[in-house]
């Protein structure tokens, strides 16, 4: 890949041993990129990393529920987030949900690429648009009808 991405990496925490797994499979990918991750996630890609040797460029936000999808959301809004990786637990209820729809909802309207299982993770970072220069996302158009 010719262009160095900003990628977020968020996982809940029945999730955070996929997300690792996830991301030592795909460090070649992964390394020459900087990382904004979650607190507790990013630490543990970052032992990950470590224990293999990996060395990685990553920003380590708050927590989740202590405002790091908050501080990711901000992030996409300001269009500082190329590609977004958040493997949600749909299983249970987060005590941050609110932050977590904020983040998954700023993504669609800023038009960022989020996965939120490994398959599509999978796709997004194999897609040969990364590398296509003449290749130029269109921006969400929102029209507003008159209804009456």
């Known amino acids: 890949m010719n262009k160095r991405l900003t990628i977020a990496l968020v996982a809940h925490d029945n ?24 607190g507790t996630t990013g630490g543990l890609i970052l032992n990950a990393f470590e224990e293999r040797g990996i060395s990685v460029d990553m920003t380590r936000m708050n927590s989740g529920p202590l405002g790091g999808d908050a501080e990711i959301a ?12 958040f493997l949600i637990d749909d299983l249970n209820a987060q005590p941050h949900e609110a932050d977590i729809q904020m983040l998954l909802r700023q993504c669609r309207v800023h038009n960022v690429p989020i996965a939120c299982n490994r398959y599509s993770a999978d796709l997004m970072l194999t897609s040969t648009l990364w590398d296509d220069d003449s290749y130029i996302p269109m921006e969400p158009k929102y029209v507003y009808f008159n209804r009456n």
Not at 75 to 81: C, L, P
């Open 15 to 38: 999730r955070k041993a996929d997300m690792v797994e996830w991301a030592v499979h795909n460090a070649e990918f992964l390394s020459p990129h900087h990382l904004v991750c979650t």
């Open 74 to 85: 901000a992030m996409v809004v300001r269009k500082e987030v190329d590609l977004a990786i």
